[in-house]
Structure formats: C-alpha cells, structure tokens
C-alpha cells in the first residue's frame, strides 16, 4: 500500500474512533472498506505509539474480541482551538479589568510560577550548563530550541517555534516576562537579539554571565 494511501487510511481510523468511541475490528473494517487484517496492522502500530489502548469483551458464545478506544495521547494530534480562545478569554480580562495592568500581573504570575518549577534545575550549574537545561525545558514545551556557544564565550539560545505565538503578537508582555524568566534561571544577563513575534525566522536570546561578574574577575 503507497505511503500517502497509508496515511489516509489510518487518519480515516483515528477519526472512526474519535467519533464512534470504543471499536471492534469488525466494526472499524466495515465502513473503512478494508480487510480486518489491515485494520490490526494499523492498530498494533498505533498501540506501540500509545495512541490506542483495548479492553477485552467477554461474549456469552465464541472467543472473546477486543474493543479498541484512542488514549489521551492521541487526542493531541486532533485540532484544538486553545490561542483562539486564550485571546478571546484575555480580551475580556482587558475589557473588564485595568487593561495593560491586569494582563502584564497575569503574565508575571505565569513567570514566577515558573521560575519557581525550574530553579532547582539550575543549581550548582556552570552557565553552559544551565543553557543546556534551559534547551532542555523549552523543547519539552514544544518551542524547537537549540543553543550554541559563541568564541567569546558568551551562549545564544534559538527558538524555532512559538506555542504561544498568537498570543505573544498581541500581547507582547509574555516575549518581555520570558526574557526576564530566562535571566533569572540562568543568574545571567539575557539579550534578545531576534524574534518571532516581530517577523524573524526565530527568536533568539544572547546569554552572557552577568556584568558585575565580569567586573569582579577583571
């Protein structure tokens, strides 16, 4: 079966499931109009991803079937909405609130809740070090992140995706708190040099150890 056929067929799949709820073989083969073995093959690749999990289903006469449901997992490959409707739910804060201020102590609250979620990972650290964890941390949180030591012994940190970036365009307090959240982590001063949100291709900071340390070595 041709590669693009394939994945047409199992996006069908995850759809059956999706809006049938739990499923046997048979039930999916049918309106798919493909051999139960096909249906199998699909779902023990999907099993192994962890996309499908499958409950057993005694029957009064015959061998027992399996019913076949997605996990939660695969409910993130699905369209969702969220930037959407974070932007709708902060218009109205700005609407109903003190406008500016309220958002920006919403944003700082995110960062100080963060900050205090990964300070321990920094400590007792060299700064390399410490920019290799922040990597670490924000390619959990979806942002393609990539960092590299400089001659001059200063570091840049590249984001190549924004999650948030819909909402960083119109608010642009989330690009300032995460700034400021990178140099609290990294006890180091942080420079964003490139951003998303302004049309770059990524955003990037320049990480360098602190001014009055330099000072005190110098």
């Known amino acids: 079966m041709p590669q ?31 051999t139960e073995m096909a249906v199998r093959r699909h779902i023990r690749a999907m099993e ?78 060299e700064l390399g070090e410490r920019v290799a964890e922040l990597a670490g941390i924000q390619n959990a949180g979806g942002y393609m992140a990539e960092w590299e030591r400089e001659e001059d012994g200063s570091y840049r940190l590249h984001e190549f995706n924004c999650p948030i970036a819909q909402i960083a365009n119109r608010y642009r307090e989330a690009c300032h708190c995460e700034k400021r959240l990178f140099g609290e982590l990294l006890d180091a001063d942080v420079e964003r040099t490139e951003c998303l949100a302004d049309g770059g291709g990524r955003c990037t900071y320049r990480i360098r150890e602190r001014a009055d340390e330099w000072r005190m070595d110098s």
């Open 4 to 34: 693009a056929e394939e994945g047409t067929t199992r996006r069908q799949l995850m759809q059956l499931l999706r809006t049938h709820g739990g499923s046997t073989v048979s039930e999916l083969a049918k309106p798919l109009g493909i």
């Open 48 to 125: 192994k991803e962890g996309l499908v999990s499958s409950t057993l289903l005694k029957q009064a006469m015959g061998r027992p079937s399996c019913r076949y449901q997605l996990t939660e997992r695969a409910d993130d490959l699905f369209p969702k909405n969220y930037p959407h409707l974070m932007l709708e739910l902060l218009g109205e804060l700005e609407e109903q609130a003190a406008g500016d201020e309220m958002i920006g102590k919403l944003f700082e609250g995110r960062k100080r809740k963060l900050h205090a979620k990964y300070r321990e990972r920094m400590e007792r650290k």
